[in-house]
Every structure is written in C-alpha cells, then in structure tokens.
C-alpha cells in the first residue's frame, strides 16, 4: 500500500503547501494527492489556491513522488477541453508522475461561481461521464466534435501529449455511485467511512465491472500530543467533515457549511475522525482498512502543525510500515 500525503488547499497558503509537499517527499510518504477548490469548506481554514498552477510548481520543485488530483470536469468552472488540455501538459513536463486524476460531479461550493446554476445528482453525473468521455479521447490524441446540452465541442485537438495519459478515476461517497463508476472509470477513490461501509463501497465498485481496477482511500484525521487538542482541532478546523453527502454538494458558501455544523461538538468529532496521537493508533487504523484492497492510502491530518505531523510520520509511522 502506498502511503500519501493529502495537500490541503484549504487551510494553507499556496507557498505553504509548496513547502509542505516538498517535506513530505523528504519524510517518506510515497505520493501526493491534491483536490480543486475555488472555496474552503469553512471560514476557519480561509485559503484555496488555485490547484493546477500549484500542482506545476510542486511537481517542479519536487524529484520523484507521484501527484494525483481530484477535477470537476461537468463543464461549470472547467470546460472539459480546458481540463484535458491542463491534464495533458502536466503529464508531458512530467512523465509519470501524474498517475492518476479523480474526476467526480462536483459540490456547489466551488462550480456555482461562475453563474450556471446547479442542477440534481443525476444530471451532475451525466455531465461527468459525457466529460471524462471528451478527455479521454482528447489524451489520446482523437480530434474530438461533439454537442450536448450542456457543452459543445468543435473540432478539439490537444498537440502536446503526455508519453502515456493518466488514468481516469472517478470519486464517490456512496455505494451507488461507486457501483455506477465501476462499469467506466479506471478507478476509483473514496474518503474514509465506517469499515463495513467501506466494504460495501467497495463490493459495489467491482462487482459492477470495478473488478482489479486500482482504488485509492482518503483518511482525514486529526493529530496532536493529546487527544483533547486532537479533538479540538479536528472541531475548530474540519467539523464541516460532519455534514452529510448531499449538503457537502450543494451548500453553496462556506458561512453556510459553518452554519450547517454549528450544533456540532467537540465530542462529536471522534465519531468523524480518528484522533491521533502516537504512532501506534495510526498504525491501527491503517491496519483496520488494509482488508478493503486500497492500494493507495492518501493522510490528510486537519491539524495545522503540518510540519509535526509530518516528522511524526517519518518518525514513528513509515519506518514501521516498511518494516512491516
């Protein structure tokens, strides 16, 4: 199992994310995973930069690790042609070390800024698969006409190709939807949820033409020395983790996912994250998941101490995994 670091556009400056992804590199993890953003999900994390122009300067500074991305390409802030184009020359400047882009149907939160208004579920996903479609021919170099009612395409052709395209994954919270990306995607990822949910997720993926594609896992978690400031921080930066699927795609600004959490505490959060404090709860929780089958298990500690907590997972956690 690879073991990734999640950049949060979220909660730190694009600088700092430079930085931080650059120490992870240093401090063991073997790969990086970003998601684009235009919005926080909360007022309290009060960044988001703009994740393609980051992702050129972080695969430049860098040597070796891998970035994987999740992308919105349903035709709101990204045109499916501008996002293969993007896709495209990150991987020709850097030949395999774009393995994979999620793409996924999007939240209201980031695609509602540019004034298309926001349509049901079901739309959302017709508009994905028919994008993933257009990118995937425009990676492979096809001339690619095609008209739909929520883009059209005329005779786009991408010149500068990557030596081999990254694989399309598609991003799913529920077993419905991950049974659906199983019979197109090349993939799938998911964010951590109870383990015999997870199962199911992933059951539904494979038995749904899912079966030996790769799969990736997300695990928000909240690090620090004590478990009462592991708590508090996982309530102060990352409560919005608490609301449910369908306001996590359509709650438009970040006021209302702050006001939609108000009635969360503090105590609440352990039911939404693990908090960490040593080396040895984290092992265990990478543990408990193993059994699922993701190949790819990408950290996203909402602390803000990312510099601690990436010198613990040098420390106390890589070592041992790869002992392991």
Known sequence: ?????????????????????????????????????????????????????????????????????????????????????????????????????????????????????????????????????????????????????????????????PPQPPALFGAALTAKTAAWLGSWADGLITIRKPKDELMEMVAAFRNNGGAGKPMALQLQLSWAATRDEARQIAWQQWRNAAATPDKLADLRRPEDFDKATEDVTPEQMEDVMPLITKGDELLAVIEEYRPCGFGELYIHNVSRDQEGFIQFMAREVLPALRQA
């Open 1 to 161: 199992m690879i073991i990734g670091y999640h950049a949060s556009h979220e909660q730190f400056t694009p600088s700092e994310l430079l930085h931080y992804a650059k120490a992870a590199e240093d401090g063991g993890f073997g790969a990086v995973m970003t998601s684009d953003h235009i919005a926080p999900w909360s007022v309290r994390q009060a960044n988001s930069g703009n994740n393609w122009a980051w992702l050129g300067a972080a695969l430049a500074q860098t040597s070796e690790v891998p970035f994987g991305s999740l992308a919105i390409p349903g035709g709101w802030r990204y045109h499916p042609t501008v996002l293969a184009h993007l896709i495209a020359t990150l991987s020709e400047m850097f030949p395999g070390r774009v393995p994979w882009i999620a793409l996924g149907s999007g939240e209201a939160l980031n695609e509602m800024v540019v004034g298309e208004g926001w349509p049901e579920k079901e739309e959302r996903n017709e508009r994905l698969k028919t994008a993933a479609g257009i990118i995937r021919d425009l990676l492979r170099g096809e001339t690619v006409t095609a008209h739909h009612p929520w883009f059209d395409v005329d005779e786009a052709k991408l010149w500068s190709l």
